[in-house]
């Protein structure tokens, strides 16, 4: 940047600005420096460049809310524009969280990996599920790591599929997808193609200059409804199956802490409700959610460091759980025989079975009542509606009734019938099943770990068990 004063760098992800700030704090400094010049130029507005779908729709707001919270503080700005090029694939609430964050732009060019179908659109408007849009943005080069030749920007114009609707574009240029950035050779090419006679005019910009001229003449853009949804790379919702565990019980606890401790906020003014903990444990959720963690499309050393995180979460959020819950247990007029207090953190009030600690030789359980985000302690005053009983057949099916469903279980664990009581409606097809075990080939043409074909779903086995528990056999039916 100081050899070439009219250089511009944009950077996402607050979780990397807080690393160079912890570890390099010379050049973290210099950083600050060059984005005030407005050459250093951070973007995105969350805290890593996450997953499209698999985070909660909470989590997703703390993206945005760690990411622009910590731009503002360091850089005195927040970003205006969200910055995903590598996902795969893309909510539809989005735009909607997008908007509530102060954010009205979006880019990304991973809908041109698309397996079958191309993407109609390469600047348009993206509209939520409640009518929210933001102006996005797929750079016609289909790459995020062009090189600055004549064919890159020849591409660009030609691929553009807003030709007449949209008269500017992106050109993303660096080694990317495995770190690198710029280089010198890249630079001098921009500077010898600016304005060369047969080529597209190319200038050194920032995401707020291409978003602004896309604003001023957005009249004729379409708008696509819905789910930005990637054809290929379906196999990430299944890979590393204990990493998506992990995210979704994290997810859990957290919220759960974060009920607690409001209700022992309100019940005894002492309390110290754990902002700062509860910051550093949801940055730490936050970065599991990388777009190439939570996936399961990461290496073995990236998996072991993720569990460990969950770990760690796990463990201190438990003990902020326990601190909460103790200060809420001694407003809730549980019996000293008991001492139990039953905690609902859902927004509606619920009746359950819950088991109790004690039990010598079999679980003791206790049917608790509890208001919706509240507490209540457990007694034996709360009787059941209807009775349950759970019988054997001679024919080795179970039969699971509690008054209000009756269920029929199988041999091999398969629901042969699911029945509401009072209606006698049938949830289950004559001759069909539920909780079926089912087995496919997974052959996918491209990366293991990314992806499912579709034609998996030609090579269906059922496992079929037989009855005798001590000699199961595993009969492999196709169909």
């Known amino acids: 940047m100081e050899k070439n004063p009219e250089f511009i760098f944009t950077c996402s992800q607050a979780q990397q600005f807080e690393w160079v700030k912890s570890w390099y704090p010379g050049l973290y400094s210099q950083i600050q420096h060059f984005a005030s010049k407005g050459q250093f130029v951070p973007v995105g507005g969350t805290w890593v460049e996450m997953d499209g779908n698999l985070p909660s729709g909470e989590s997703m707001v703390r993206q945005f809310l760690e990411g622009q919270r910590f731009f503002y503080k360091e850089f005195g700005r927040y970003c205006s524009e969200f910055w995903l090029p590598d996902t795969f694939g893309y909510s539809a609430q989005l735009p909607q969280i997008m908007r509530g964050c102060g954010i009205t732009r979006f880019l990304t060019q991973k809908l041109s990996w698309n397996l079958v179908n191309t993407f109609p659109h390469n600047t348009f408007f993206w509209e939520g599920l409640d009518g929210s849009q933001v102006l996005t943005h797929f750079p016609p080069g289909n790459s995020y790591e062009m090189k600055c030749k004549v064919e890159d920007l020849l591409n660009t114009v030609r691929n553009n599929k807003d030709k007449g609707r949209a008269n500017h574009s992106a050109v993303l240029f660096g080694y990317g997808d495995g770190g690198g950035g710029p280089t010198q050779i890249m630079l001098d090419r921009l500077q010898r193609v600016w304005d060369t006679d047969g080529l597209p005019k190319v200038q050194m910009s920032t995401p707020d200059k291409l978003f602004t001229e896309l604003e001023d003449d957005s009249a004729l853009l379409c708008t ?100 909460a819950c103790g200060v809420l247990g001694a407003g809730t007029g549980a019996p000293e025989a008991s001492g139990s207090m039953a905690l609902n953190t859902l927004p509606w009030e619920r009746m359950e079975v819950i088991s109790l600690p004690g039990g010598a030789t079999q679980p003791k359980l206790a049917l608790v009542q509890v208001p919706s985000i509240g507490a209540a302690a457990v007694t034996d005053s709360v009787e059941p509606v209807c009775p349950v009983s759970v019988t054997t057949q001679a024919d080795g099916t179970v039969v699971m009734d509690n008054g209000i469903i009756r269920v029929v279980v199988d041999k091999a664990g398969r629901v042969v019938s699911l029945c509401l009581v009072k209606s006698k409606r049938e949830a289950i097809a004559d001759g069909s099943t539920g909780n079926q075990f089912v087995l496919f080939d997974d052959v996918p043409l491209y990366w293991d770990a990314w992806d499912v074909m579709d034609y998996h779903l030609q090579t269906r086995y059922e496992e079929l068990l037989s009855g005798d528990p001590e000699k199961r056999q595993g009969e492999k039916i196709r169909k």
């Open 224 to 323: 696509w409804t819905g789910e930005l949804f990637l054809e290929l790379h379906n196999g990430t919702y299944t890979t590393q199956a204990q990493i998506k565990l992990g995210n979704r019980q994290c997810e859990a606890l957290l919220h759960d802490i974060e009920v607690a401790s409001s209700l022992a906020l309100c019940r005894g003014k002492s309390f110290q409700y754990p902002s700062k903990k509860l910051q550093e444990l949801w940055r730490l959720l936050l970065l599991n959610q990388f777009h190439d963690v939570i996936p399961g499309s990461c290496i073995e050393m990236v998996v072991q460091d993720a569990l460990k995180y969950y770990q760690e979460i796990h463990s201190a959020g438990a003990d902020l759980l326990k601190e």
